[in-house]
T-cell receptor, first 114, second 114 residues
Framework: AQSVTQPDIHITVSEGASLELRCNYSYGATPYLFWYVQSPGQGLQLLLKYFSGDTLVQGIKGFEAEFKRSQSSFNLRKPSVHWSDAAEYFCAVAPEGSNYQLIWGAGTKLIIKP | NAGVTQTPKFQVLKTGQSMTLQCAQDMNHNSMYWYRQDPGMGLRLIYYSASEGTTDKGEVPNGYNVSRLNKREFSLRLESAAPSQTSVYFC?????????????FGEGSRLTVL
């Protein structure tokens, strides 16, 4: 069955430090890949997406993600986190032809230390 | 531009009571979705509507019904609420097919069933 794994439930990072959130998916072909962010008490907002082409994609708020086909991974990175980045981050995949029916990871909660 | 609007934001029910969650979008999107979010489980699709006049079951449809009232509105009904339906519910919309695949979310409706 198709699945998305975010192995880290929580990650704590100092303000100004770099960040990498991991995402692995299980799917035969290359799906469409997404990262969403959920601030406390809010809905989810799209950070970035990968459909095809350049495997390093840039998103909003200074985030980027790299698709690695050989590792079935789509990890999210940011060079220097800010206190406002504290939120929960969700990786999602939509198998090609699924009409964007997303399969979601369980989420990673990012905690920022001052 | 309001985007996706959900009502109510909070609701407390007793077991066996019924209620309807309302959702409206003003982006002229064809597709609409209802998700539930539970800690550590990410988002799970309850029902979706690919276009006006159609609805389909998602991953966890039991205990719920939906109505796609028109292109703008998609409601979720709990006929006989159970404590297992305590959750945060999100409505989302998207433009499938030639669209970007991005989901636009409402702010959520927190439901507690006692």
């Amino acid at each position: 069955a198709q699945s998305v794994t975010q192995p880290d439930i929580h990650i704590t990072v100092s303000e100004g430090a770099s960040l990498e959130l991991r995402c692995n998916y299980s799917y035969g072909a290359t799906p469409y890949l997404f990262w969403y962010v959920q601030s406390p008490g809010q809905g989810l907002q799209l950070l970035l997406k990968y459909f095809s082409g350049d495997t390093l994609v840039q998103g909003i708020k200074g985030f980027e993600a790299e698709f690695k086909r050989s590792q079935s991974s789509f990890n999210l990175r940011k060079p220097s986190v800010h206190w406002s980045d504290a939120a929960e981050y969700f990786c999602a995949v939509a198998p090609e032809g699924s009409n964007y029916q997303l399969i979601w990871g369980a989420g990673t909660k990012l905690i920022i230390k001052p | 531009n309001a985007g996706v609007t959900q009502t109510p934001k909070f609701q407390v029910l007793k077991t066996g009571q019924s209620m309807t969650l309302q959702c409206a979008q003003d982006m002229n999107h064809n597709s609409m979705y209802w998700y539930r979010q539970d800690p550590g489980m990410g988002l799970r699709l309850i029902y979706y509507s690919a276009s006006e006049g159609t609805t389909d079951k998602g991953e966890v449809p039991n205990g719920y019904n939906v109505s796609r009232l028109n292109k703008r509105e998609f409601s979720l009904r709990l006929e006989s609420a159970a404590p297992s339906q305590t959750s945060v519910y999100f409505c989302a919309s998207s433009e499938p097919g030639g669209g970007t695949g991005e989901l636009f979310f409402g702010e959520g409706s927190r439901l507690t069933v006692l």
